[in-house]
């Protein structure tokens, strides 16, 4: 390579030039001229090449800040350091070299310095969070403690105020939600929560844990009012239960839809143009809980001392029912005959619509009854709606944090859930795949305090996932006891390590507690403590444990693997 001969003073003019062009984008292609004439010299390449090549490479590195860019620069400079000498290449390469490695040595430590203190902020930020997070998790332990103190006692003395009964049932529902990120950042930390803001996210996320804590927090606050006006209520008169007695008890998660009914059936004055018969329609599923919500309201005192009759219809449809043989059919749940004003209460339990003459015909043979008879209607089909004189109320399912108190409370019993972690872990993957089912609720409980260890329950759980997993690529759907209709389902024993029969599961239908009932139970074949031969069964699927105490009845067919 021929060596090139640096005039001093072209290189001065080089380096003035080339210091203010840099300052000046617009002009990347004059100083790729001045760097491909020089570097021409070395390089065999057409020189209108390294010119372009020259310009892209400086647009680059001056854009992004690259510490090369600056090498150039101080090869250029390498011109003005002498007047008198020479250059070649090879005489100026150590001294680019070195300067190159200055930076590039530079440059690397400045980016370990960097990633190094980036790290060691990332550990105390984690560290910080999580103390928060445990510390969020204290006092939403004790605010929930606080929150049961006041609805414990609120459930022992008659509260009559509506305003006082939507603030207790808006602690309940705070409370149950509290219950449920609790046990979930706990016991099941990978699992993500659906917080208030109705966002999931993981269960460990402080920012929506500390909106939860002070949401709670100020409602327990702002309850002082409402304890002094608790201490004013009478008492109830009956023996306090341990909450799991108490919700063998009561019907859970109902509270505001009975005080709904109540207040309709103690209403006095009929809707305008109801004539003297209000109309109440209750719509849901098949066993959400419609009749033994109707049952619990009728056996409330104030209900059975305002009216003086109360009667109970249950059938498929009304289409060929007439006046006379309409009340033939009603069963008479409790009669007052020292109650004021003959006042009636009439209860219609329906699986589907009713006709509309029917209906008609039906409805203008009662409401000639004393002012302040009220009737009820129960069905599956939101099509009743239309016959009544109030607006409908509508039974949904429990939302995931009441259901998960409800199956929580129900599995362990008097245990404390902290002392079996693992099996909290277990039971809340259950909660989650039953989907608000309240007879998966009390018959996978039952399954749980029978067989009350680690193992079981883990086998009860794979059991749970696979029943669904089949039923629901047979259906097509979510195979419950609430949405399937004239689809058999499949189980099987969950106890067992291998099953050798499987169970068809028919249609569900209720019976009432004074009724003979099957000797063979459900949880029986379940369990394995009973084991008829193959065949076709009629087998108790469930025994209600809350008044009116319903048994529901199933067809069954057993068959070998």
Known sequence: MQASTLDPKGGTLLHTEQSRLLQNSENHAKIAKIFSREASQYVSCDRSSIESLGCGWLQRSIHAANP?????????????????????????????????????????????????????????????????????????????????????????????????????????????????????????????????????????????????VCSLEAMIDGMDGFVVLLMSCPPLY?????????????????????????????????????????????????????????????????????????????????????????????????????????????????????????????????????????????????????????????????????????????????????????????ALEMAILMQGSFMFAYMGAALLNTNFNTQSWSRILTRVRQYFQKNASLIGEYPDDIKVKDYPRYTWNVIKEKPDKYFMLHDIYQRDSGQEVPDISFLDLQAGRAQPPPGKYEILFMRSPIPPYFNYICACEIRDM
Request: proline share 4%; aromatic share 8%; glycine share 6%.
């Open 238 to 426: 009956r023996e306090p239960y341990s909450a799991h007695l108490f919700m063998d008890r009561c019907m859970f998660g109902r509270n505001m839809e009975r005080e709904r009914i109540m207040e309709f059936l103690l209403q006095t004055e009929p809707p305008p143009g109801a004539g003297n018969l209000g109309v109440l329609p209750i719509v849901g599923p098949a066993h959400i809980g419609k009749s033994t919500l109707v049952e619990h309201v009728c056996h409330d005192v104030k209900v059975c001392s305002h009216f003086s009759l109360i009667m109970v219809f249950s059938g498929n449809e009304l289409k060929d029912e007439t006046a006379a043989s309409f009340r033939d059919k009603c069963v008479i749940k409790h009669q007052n005959d020292q109650a004021s004003k003959g006042r009636v209460l009439i209860v219609v339990e329906l699986l589907e619509d009713v006709d509309e003459e029917a209906w008609k015909r039906l409805y203008s043979s009662e409401r000639s009854m004393a002012q302040g008879s009220k009737m009820i209607i129960t069905s599956r089909s939101d099509k009743i709606v239309r016959f009544g004189t109030t607006q409908a109320l509508g039974l949904k399912c429990l939302p995931i944090e009441a259901y998960w108190y409800l199956f929580r409370t129900a599995a362990f019993g008097s245990d404390d859930p902290g002392q079996h972690p693992k099996m909290v872990s277990l």
């Open 68 to 212: 090369l860019s600056r090498l150039v620069l101080h090869f250029l400079n390498l011109q003005e350091e002498s007047a008198a000498t020479t250059y070649t290449l090879k005489e100026s390469l150590p001294k680019i070299m070195g300067f190159a490695a200055e930076i590039f040595s530079s440059v690397v430590v400045a980016e370990l310095v960097n990633r190094c203190m980036s790290f060691l902020f990332a550990k105390c930020e984690n560290k910080q969070a999580t103390a928060t997070v445990q510390e969020d998790l204290q006092l939403l332990r004790r605010l929930l403690m606080r929150g049961d103190t006041i609805v414990e006692e609120a459930e022992r003395r008659h509260v009559a105020n509506r305003d006082m009964l939507r603030q207790l049932s808006a602690l309940r529902d705070a409370a149950y939600r509290g219950y449920y990120v609790l046990d979930t950042v706990r016991f099941n930390p990978a699992k993500r929560v659906c917080y208030p803001s109705g966002e999931a996210d993981d269960a460990t996320s402080s920012g929506e844990l500390r909106k939860l």
